[in-house]
Protein backbone atom coordinates (compact mmCIF):
# COMPACT_ATOMS: atom_id res chain seq x y z
CA UNK A 1 0.00 0.00 0.00
CA UNK A 2 1.53 3.26 -0.81
CA UNK A 3 0.04 6.82 0.81
CA UNK A 4 1.06 10.25 -0.60
CA UNK A 5 1.34 12.74 2.54
CA UNK A 6 0.90 16.52 1.22
CA UNK A 7 1.91 18.82 3.89
CA UNK A 8 2.53 22.48 4.43
CA UNK A 9 5.69 21.99 7.13
CA UNK A 10 8.28 19.26 7.22
CA UNK A 11 11.93 19.26 8.98
CA UNK A 12 13.88 21.05 9.29
CA UNK A 13 10.94 23.34 9.18
CA UNK A 14 10.27 24.09 12.91
CA UNK A 15 6.72 22.94 13.83
CA UNK A 16 4.57 20.76 15.30
CA UNK A 17 3.06 19.91 12.37
CA UNK A 18 5.61 19.46 10.34
CA UNK A 19 7.66 16.74 13.28
CA UNK A 20 3.52 14.92 12.92
CA UNK A 21 3.96 14.34 9.45
CA UNK A 22 7.75 13.10 9.75
CA UNK A 23 6.87 10.59 12.92
CA UNK A 24 3.37 9.25 11.32
CA UNK A 25 5.35 8.52 7.87
CA UNK A 26 7.83 7.06 10.05
CA UNK A 27 6.17 4.56 12.23
CA UNK A 28 3.52 3.94 8.66
CA UNK A 29 6.99 2.85 7.17
CA UNK A 30 7.47 0.63 9.81
CA UNK A 31 4.05 -1.24 9.02
CA UNK A 32 5.35 -1.93 5.50
CA UNK A 33 3.48 1.12 4.01
CA UNK A 34 5.29 3.05 1.43
CA UNK A 35 5.21 6.61 2.52
CA UNK A 36 6.10 9.67 0.08
CA UNK A 37 5.85 13.33 1.38
CA UNK A 38 4.60 16.09 -0.88
CA UNK A 39 5.97 19.55 0.82
CA UNK A 40 7.39 22.92 0.19
CA UNK A 41 10.66 22.94 -1.57
CA UNK A 42 13.98 23.18 0.80
CA UNK A 43 12.50 21.17 3.02
CA UNK A 44 14.34 17.41 4.01
CA UNK A 45 15.01 15.17 0.71
CA UNK A 46 14.58 12.22 3.12
CA UNK A 47 13.16 11.25 6.25
CA UNK A 48 13.94 7.57 7.79
CA UNK A 49 11.00 5.44 6.28
CA UNK A 50 9.64 7.95 3.03
CA UNK A 51 10.46 9.20 0.14
CA UNK A 52 10.13 13.46 -0.10
CA UNK A 53 8.98 15.45 -3.00
CA UNK A 54 10.24 19.28 -1.74
CA UNK A 55 8.51 20.69 -5.03
CA UNK A 56 6.45 23.52 -3.80
CA UNK A 57 7.53 27.09 -3.85
CA UNK A 58 4.07 28.41 -2.55
CA UNK A 59 0.70 26.84 -1.62
CA UNK A 60 -1.30 29.13 -4.03
CA UNK A 61 -3.19 27.93 -7.17
CA UNK A 62 0.23 26.87 -8.39
CA UNK A 63 0.74 24.42 -6.21
CA UNK A 64 -1.69 22.37 -7.94
CA UNK A 65 0.81 21.32 -10.67
CA UNK A 66 3.23 20.05 -8.34
CA UNK A 67 1.23 17.92 -6.52
CA UNK A 68 -0.64 16.29 -9.05
CA UNK A 69 3.15 15.57 -10.43
CA UNK A 70 4.02 13.90 -7.59
CA UNK A 71 0.80 12.11 -7.54
CA UNK A 72 1.16 10.37 -11.21
CA UNK A 73 4.57 9.84 -10.15
CA UNK A 74 4.17 7.67 -6.98
CA UNK A 75 0.64 6.46 -7.78
CA UNK A 76 -0.55 6.34 -4.21
CA UNK A 77 -3.84 4.40 -2.64
CA UNK A 78 -4.36 7.25 -0.82
CA UNK A 79 -3.39 10.98 -0.83
CA UNK A 80 -3.40 11.86 2.81
CA UNK A 81 -3.80 16.05 3.17
CA UNK A 82 -2.33 17.49 6.48
CA UNK A 83 -4.62 20.63 6.93
CA UNK A 84 -3.75 23.18 8.87
CA UNK A 85 -4.26 26.63 7.13
CA UNK A 86 -1.24 28.42 8.71
CA UNK A 87 0.97 25.47 7.60
CA UNK A 88 -0.21 26.57 3.74
CA UNK A 89 0.31 30.15 4.24
CA UNK A 90 -3.15 30.49 5.04
CA UNK A 91 -3.65 29.93 1.11
CA UNK A 92 -7.52 28.79 0.17
CA UNK A 93 -5.81 27.01 -2.95
CA UNK A 94 -4.99 24.01 -0.58
CA UNK A 95 -8.99 23.36 0.47
CA UNK A 96 -9.48 22.73 -3.21
CA UNK A 97 -6.65 19.58 -3.36
CA UNK A 98 -9.62 16.70 -2.85
CA UNK A 99 -11.57 18.56 -5.74
CA UNK A 100 -8.54 18.65 -7.50
CA UNK A 101 -7.55 14.85 -6.86
CA UNK A 102 -10.60 13.54 -7.55
CA UNK A 103 -10.19 14.99 -11.14
CA UNK A 104 -7.01 13.21 -11.73
CA UNK A 105 -8.08 9.72 -11.07
CA UNK A 106 -8.19 7.03 -8.29
CA UNK A 107 -6.99 8.38 -5.68
CA UNK A 108 -8.84 9.24 -2.53
CA UNK A 109 -7.94 12.62 -0.98
CA UNK A 110 -8.10 12.23 2.79
CA UNK A 111 -7.76 14.74 5.29
CA UNK A 112 -6.19 15.06 8.93
CA UNK A 113 -7.64 18.64 10.41
CA UNK A 114 -5.12 19.72 13.17
CA UNK A 115 -7.32 22.46 13.32
CA UNK A 116 -10.40 23.73 12.37
CA UNK A 117 -9.16 27.20 11.87
CA UNK A 118 -10.19 28.88 8.27
CA UNK A 119 -7.64 30.20 5.58
CA UNK A 120 -7.60 33.89 4.55
CA UNK A 121 -9.62 34.44 1.29
CA UNK A 122 -10.28 38.40 1.29
CA UNK A 123 -11.53 40.79 3.15
CA UNK A 124 -14.83 40.48 5.43
CA UNK A 125 -15.22 36.93 3.68
CA UNK A 126 -16.64 36.88 7.32
CA UNK A 127 -18.47 32.97 7.13
CA UNK A 128 -17.20 31.88 4.08
CA UNK A 129 -13.94 31.00 5.68
CA UNK A 130 -15.90 28.79 7.61
CA UNK A 131 -17.73 27.32 4.84
CA UNK A 132 -14.35 27.35 2.90
CA UNK A 133 -13.19 24.90 5.88
CA UNK A 134 -16.20 22.53 5.74
CA UNK A 135 -15.62 22.44 1.69
CA UNK A 136 -12.35 20.48 2.49
CA UNK A 137 -14.60 17.99 4.62
CA UNK A 138 -17.14 17.70 2.20
CA UNK A 139 -14.42 16.94 -0.69
CA UNK A 140 -12.74 14.31 1.08
CA UNK A 141 -12.56 10.86 1.17
CA UNK A 142 -12.88 10.97 4.74
CA UNK A 143 -11.20 12.80 7.86
CA UNK A 144 -8.99 12.33 10.48
CA UNK A 145 -9.68 14.85 13.80
CA UNK A 146 -7.25 15.08 16.79
CA UNK A 147 -9.89 16.18 19.29
CA UNK A 148 -13.59 15.86 20.50
CA UNK A 149 -14.37 19.19 19.79
CA UNK A 150 -13.42 19.48 16.22
CA UNK A 151 -15.18 15.33 15.99
CA UNK A 152 -18.56 16.95 17.37
CA UNK A 153 -18.16 19.91 15.17
CA UNK A 154 -17.61 17.70 11.34
CA UNK A 155 -20.57 15.24 13.01
CA UNK A 156 -22.84 18.25 13.50
CA UNK A 157 -22.96 19.18 9.59
CA UNK A 158 -25.80 18.78 7.87
CA UNK A 159 -25.89 16.89 4.32
CA UNK A 160 -28.19 16.57 1.24
CA UNK A 161 -30.58 13.64 1.30
CA UNK A 162 -29.03 11.41 -0.72
CA UNK A 163 -25.08 12.74 -0.19
CA UNK A 164 -22.85 10.14 1.83
CA UNK A 165 -21.21 11.51 4.28
CA UNK A 166 -17.20 10.77 4.58
CA UNK A 167 -16.15 8.90 7.16
CA UNK A 168 -14.74 10.69 10.56
CA UNK A 169 -11.73 8.97 12.26
CA UNK A 170 -10.32 10.62 15.55
CA UNK A 171 -6.78 9.34 16.20
CA UNK A 172 -4.93 11.55 18.83
CA UNK A 173 -1.27 12.87 17.96
CA UNK A 174 1.66 11.77 18.89
CA UNK A 175 4.59 13.41 20.73
CA UNK A 176 6.68 14.78 18.77
CA UNK A 177 9.55 14.77 21.54
CA UNK A 178 10.24 11.07 22.15
CA UNK A 179 11.14 10.50 25.46
CA UNK A 180 14.78 9.58 26.03
CA UNK A 181 15.19 8.61 29.75
CA UNK A 182 17.57 10.41 31.87
CA UNK A 183 18.97 9.22 35.48
CA UNK A 184 18.00 11.22 38.40
CA UNK A 185 22.05 12.36 38.56
CA UNK A 186 21.92 13.40 35.03
CA UNK A 187 18.99 15.31 35.85
CA UNK A 188 20.63 17.19 38.51
CA UNK A 189 23.24 18.00 36.47
CA UNK A 190 21.47 19.82 34.12
CA UNK A 191 20.02 22.27 36.57
CA UNK A 192 23.16 22.51 38.47
CA UNK A 193 24.32 23.46 35.09
CA UNK A 194 21.99 26.04 34.14
CA UNK A 195 22.05 27.18 38.03
CA UNK A 196 19.35 25.86 39.58
CA UNK A 197 20.06 25.87 43.29
CA UNK A 198 19.48 22.61 45.21
CA UNK A 199 16.42 24.91 47.17
CA UNK A 200 14.42 25.58 43.95
CA UNK A 201 11.56 24.37 42.06
CA UNK A 202 11.58 24.28 38.57
CA UNK A 203 8.73 24.97 36.59
CA UNK A 204 8.59 24.55 32.57
CA UNK A 205 7.13 25.81 29.58
CA UNK A 206 7.16 24.10 26.49
CA UNK A 207 6.43 25.23 23.17
CA UNK A 208 7.13 27.48 19.87
CA UNK A 209 6.29 31.04 21.08
CA UNK A 210 2.44 32.07 20.18
CA UNK A 211 0.28 34.16 20.91
CA UNK A 212 -2.75 31.26 21.89
CA UNK A 213 0.19 29.37 24.21
CA UNK A 214 0.33 31.90 26.92
CA UNK A 215 3.75 32.12 27.50
CA UNK A 216 3.08 35.87 28.76
CA UNK A 217 0.93 34.53 31.30
CA UNK A 218 3.82 31.83 32.58
CA UNK A 219 6.05 35.08 33.36
CA UNK A 220 2.92 36.96 35.03
CA UNK A 221 2.57 33.65 37.24
CA UNK A 222 6.56 33.23 37.71
CA UNK A 223 6.44 37.21 39.01
CA UNK A 224 3.74 36.40 41.62
CA UNK A 225 5.45 32.92 43.27
CA UNK A 226 8.90 35.04 43.28
CA UNK A 227 6.74 37.83 45.34
CA UNK A 228 5.10 35.24 47.56
CA UNK A 229 8.49 34.16 48.35
CA UNK A 230 8.72 30.94 46.84
CA UNK A 231 12.30 30.35 45.10
CA UNK A 232 11.47 28.94 41.66
CA UNK A 233 12.71 29.76 38.59
CA UNK A 234 11.02 29.31 34.67
CA UNK A 235 12.47 26.97 32.00
CA UNK A 236 11.01 28.03 28.56
CA UNK A 237 11.48 25.11 26.96
CA UNK A 238 12.74 25.41 22.86
CA UNK A 239 10.74 28.92 23.22
CA UNK A 240 11.52 29.88 19.79
CA UNK A 241 9.14 31.41 16.67
CA UNK A 242 8.07 29.13 14.05
CA UNK A 243 7.81 29.70 10.22
CA UNK A 244 4.65 29.35 9.30
CA UNK A 245 3.11 32.39 11.06
CA UNK A 246 4.81 35.91 10.45
CA UNK A 247 3.67 37.25 14.22
CA UNK A 248 5.36 34.69 16.12
CA UNK A 249 8.83 36.34 15.38
CA UNK A 250 7.00 39.86 16.67
CA UNK A 251 5.34 37.62 19.64
CA UNK A 252 8.89 36.70 20.30
CA UNK A 253 10.11 40.05 20.95
CA UNK A 254 7.36 40.85 23.20
CA UNK A 255 8.11 37.89 25.51
CA UNK A 256 12.12 38.94 25.66
CA UNK A 257 10.39 42.45 26.48
CA UNK A 258 8.16 41.38 29.16
CA UNK A 259 10.70 39.38 30.72
CA UNK A 260 12.81 42.08 31.43
CA UNK A 261 9.62 44.78 32.59
CA UNK A 262 9.11 42.42 35.43
CA UNK A 263 12.75 41.98 36.46
CA UNK A 264 12.63 38.48 36.06
CA UNK A 265 16.16 38.34 34.17
CA UNK A 266 17.53 35.68 36.96
CA UNK A 267 14.72 33.84 37.20
CA UNK A 268 13.47 32.89 33.52
CA UNK A 269 16.01 30.29 31.87
CA UNK A 270 15.48 30.40 27.88
CA UNK A 271 17.16 27.22 26.40
CA UNK A 272 16.53 28.48 22.56
CA UNK A 273 15.89 25.74 19.98
CA UNK A 274 16.86 21.95 20.67
CA UNK A 275 17.39 19.20 19.51
CA UNK A 276 14.25 16.38 20.75
CA UNK A 277 16.77 14.58 22.94
CA UNK A 278 17.79 17.28 24.95
CA UNK A 279 13.95 18.62 25.52
CA UNK A 280 13.21 15.10 26.61
CA UNK A 281 15.94 16.07 29.24
CA UNK A 282 14.68 19.17 30.51
CA UNK A 283 10.67 17.73 30.33
CA UNK A 284 12.16 15.17 33.20
CA UNK A 285 14.09 17.72 35.24
CA UNK A 286 10.96 20.18 35.86
CA UNK A 287 8.95 20.04 38.79
CA UNK A 288 5.84 20.77 37.13
CA UNK A 289 5.24 22.10 33.80
CA UNK A 290 2.55 25.26 33.15
CA UNK A 291 0.95 25.22 29.92
CA UNK A 292 -1.17 28.70 29.77
CA UNK A 293 -3.07 27.96 26.57
CA UNK A 294 -5.37 31.22 26.21
CA UNK A 295 -7.85 29.20 24.38
CA UNK A 296 -7.49 26.13 26.66
CA UNK A 297 -6.41 22.65 27.13
CA UNK A 298 -6.52 20.30 23.52
CA UNK A 299 -5.42 16.95 22.36
CA UNK A 300 -4.14 18.69 19.92
CA UNK A 301 -1.72 20.27 21.42
CA UNK A 302 1.67 18.80 21.46
CA UNK A 303 3.62 20.10 24.05
CA UNK A 304 0.45 19.18 26.38
CA UNK A 305 0.85 15.46 25.05
CA UNK A 306 4.56 15.50 25.42
CA UNK A 307 4.23 16.67 28.88
CA UNK A 308 1.96 13.62 29.68
CA UNK A 309 3.73 11.95 27.68
CA UNK A 310 6.98 12.31 29.92
CA UNK A 311 4.85 11.49 33.35
CA UNK A 312 5.24 15.26 34.59
CA UNK A 313 2.34 16.60 36.98
CA UNK A 314 1.08 19.84 34.48
CA UNK A 315 -0.80 22.68 35.21
CA UNK A 316 -2.81 23.83 32.44
CA UNK A 317 -5.96 26.32 31.60
CA UNK A 318 -9.32 25.05 31.50
CA UNK A 319 -11.23 24.21 27.68
CA UNK A 320 -14.30 25.70 27.26
CA UNK A 321 -15.76 22.75 25.89
CA UNK A 322 -14.56 19.72 28.22
CA UNK A 323 -14.63 17.51 24.71
CA UNK A 324 -11.35 18.92 23.69
CA UNK A 325 -9.28 16.72 26.51
CA UNK A 326 -11.52 13.72 26.16
CA UNK A 327 -10.87 11.05 27.04
CA UNK A 328 -8.78 12.32 29.84
CA UNK A 329 -10.38 14.24 32.89
CA UNK A 330 -9.20 17.47 34.11
CA UNK A 331 -9.71 16.43 37.64
CA UNK A 332 -7.75 13.81 37.21
CA UNK A 333 -4.78 13.66 34.41
CA UNK A 334 -3.61 17.90 35.37
CA UNK A 335 -4.64 20.76 37.54
CA UNK A 336 -7.08 22.91 35.12
CA UNK A 337 -7.40 26.55 36.48
CA UNK A 338 -8.21 30.08 34.10
CA UNK A 339 -5.90 32.23 32.22
CA UNK A 340 -5.08 34.86 34.71
CA UNK A 341 -1.48 34.72 36.22
CA UNK A 342 -2.93 34.65 40.00
CA UNK A 343 -4.85 31.73 39.24
CA UNK A 344 -2.19 30.30 37.61
CA UNK A 345 0.39 30.70 40.57
CA UNK A 346 -2.15 29.45 42.90
CA UNK A 347 -2.37 25.87 40.90
CA UNK A 348 1.63 25.93 41.11
CA UNK A 349 1.56 26.62 44.04
CA UNK A 350 -0.26 23.95 45.10
CA UNK A 351 1.12 21.43 43.37
CA UNK A 352 4.51 22.28 44.49
CA UNK A 353 3.92 22.22 48.21
CA UNK A 354 1.56 18.68 47.61
CA UNK A 355 3.87 15.82 46.72
CA UNK A 356 0.63 13.63 46.79
CA UNK A 357 -1.32 16.03 44.63
CA UNK A 358 1.91 16.10 42.37
CA UNK A 359 3.00 12.12 42.39
CA UNK A 360 -1.18 11.01 41.53
CA UNK A 361 -0.84 14.25 38.21
CA UNK A 362 2.76 12.16 37.44
CA UNK A 363 1.47 8.82 37.69
CA UNK A 364 -1.90 9.57 35.88
CA UNK A 365 0.40 11.21 33.74
CA UNK A 366 2.40 8.12 32.74
CA UNK A 367 -0.70 6.01 32.27
CA UNK A 368 -1.88 8.25 30.02
CA UNK A 369 0.56 8.23 27.78
CA UNK A 370 -0.07 4.63 26.00
CA UNK A 371 -3.49 6.57 24.64
CA UNK A 372 -0.51 8.58 22.69
CA UNK A 373 1.20 5.88 21.80
CA UNK A 374 2.63 6.00 17.62
CA UNK A 375 2.50 2.60 16.79
CA UNK A 376 -1.27 2.79 18.17
CA UNK A 377 -1.75 6.00 15.71
CA UNK A 378 -0.28 4.48 12.92
CA UNK A 379 -2.28 1.18 13.14
CA UNK A 380 -5.48 3.58 13.37
CA UNK A 381 -4.46 4.92 10.56
CA UNK A 382 -4.38 1.67 8.53
CA UNK A 383 -7.76 1.26 10.13
CA UNK A 384 -8.86 4.38 8.59
CA UNK A 385 -7.00 3.51 5.24
CA UNK A 386 -9.41 0.36 4.58
CA UNK A 387 -12.47 1.87 5.55
CA UNK A 388 -12.24 4.85 3.17
CA UNK A 389 -11.08 2.24 0.53
CA UNK A 390 -7.65 2.77 -0.45
CA UNK A 391 -5.75 -0.11 -1.59
CA UNK A 392 -5.61 -3.70 -0.31
CA UNK A 393 -6.08 -4.65 2.44
CA UNK A 394 -3.30 -3.76 4.90
Not at 54 to 60: A, E, K, S
Request: aromatic share 8%.
Amino acid sequence: MRVLFVAGEFPPDVGGLGDYTALLARHLAAAGIEVGVLTRAGAAAKVAGAGVFPLVQGWGSAAWWPVLGAVRQFRPDVVHIQYQAAAFGLAPAAMLLPVVLRRLGPFPAAVTFHDLRPPYLFPKAGPLRRLAVELVYRTSAGAVVTNGVDLACLQGLRFPPGVVRPPLAFIPIGSNIPVVWASPEDLGRLRRDHGVGPDERLVGYFGLLNWSKGAELALGACRQLVDSGLRVRLVLIGGSAGRTDPTNSAYAGFIKRRIEELGLGREVLWTGLLPAEEVSRWLQAVDVMLLPYLDGASLRRGSLVAALVHGRPVVTTRPPDPRAIQPLSGSEHFLLTRPRPEALAGAVREVLSDPVLANRLAERARQAAGFFDWGGIARRHLDFYQVIGAGVAC
